[in-house]
């Protein structure tokens, strides 16, 4: 926890609550997108160098949680070794009405393990206004988590039920008390 707050993550109740989107038509704002993306990248490389998560699990890290209010963020990609996925104002435009209860971490609520409902299936523009492409499953989750960051909304704030310390929920892992989360038969999409 402290080493997270040398590298500027700020914790629970220090979360802005207001955040701006980010001007891409201007040469100023595209430039500062790109430095914030470079800062969050270091600062997720930091992290991963300090911290063994599990491999499975997708990791991101959202501006307003450096105290950088604005709507960006990023997300590892699995089929990507330090790959992430960008977010510059992200715009979810259709769900899946099938969601799925699992559980969630978050580097501002570092020492619990959260479950929470989330659509299995999102269609997201990454950067607002280009073609929204398809994300499903964990990284549908962990793409809906950093938005949640970016509107001022923390996934404590969906939580099924009280988080549990991450203690507690390694032990569930390793005894197998923690299911896999289903896979809908079917999906149905909502607009948005
Ligand atoms: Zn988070």
Redesign the pocket.
């Known amino acids: 926890m402290q080493v997270l707050s040398q590298f500027g993550i700020l914790q629970k109740r220090d979360l802005p609550a207001v955040t701006q989107s980010v001007d891409l038509d201007r040469e100023e704002g595209r430039e500062f997108a790109g430095d914030v993306l470079r800062h969050l990248r270091n600062v997720a490389g930091w992290v991963g160098r300090v911290h063994q998560f599990n491999p499975r699990v997708s990791r991101?890290?959202?501006a307003p949680?450096l105290g950088i209010c604005y709507k960006i963020a990023i997300v590892s990609r699995p089929d990507v070794p330090d790959g992430y996925l960008e977010l510059i104002n992200p715009r979810v435009v259709e769900v899946t009405n099938e969601e799925v209860a699992d559980y969630e971490g978050?580097?501002?609520?570092f020492d619990v393990r959260g479950r929470l409902l989330r659509p299995y299936g999102m269609k997201v523009s990454l950067d607002g206004r280009s073609e929204p492409r398809v994300f499903t499953g964990s990284l549908a989750r962990s793409i809906a988590?950093?938005i949640d960051?970016l509107n001022g909304k923390?996934?404590t704030d969906r939580a099924l039920m009280p988080p549990i310390p991450v203690a507690e929920y390694q032990r569930m892992r390793e005894e197998n008390r923690i299911a896999a989360a289903p896979v809908p038969s079917r999906l149905t999409w909502l607009v948005l």
């Not at 978050?106 to 609520?109: E, I, T, V, W, Y």
């Open positions: 991101g890290i959202a949680q978050c580097l501002s609520f988590h950093e960051h923390v996934y």
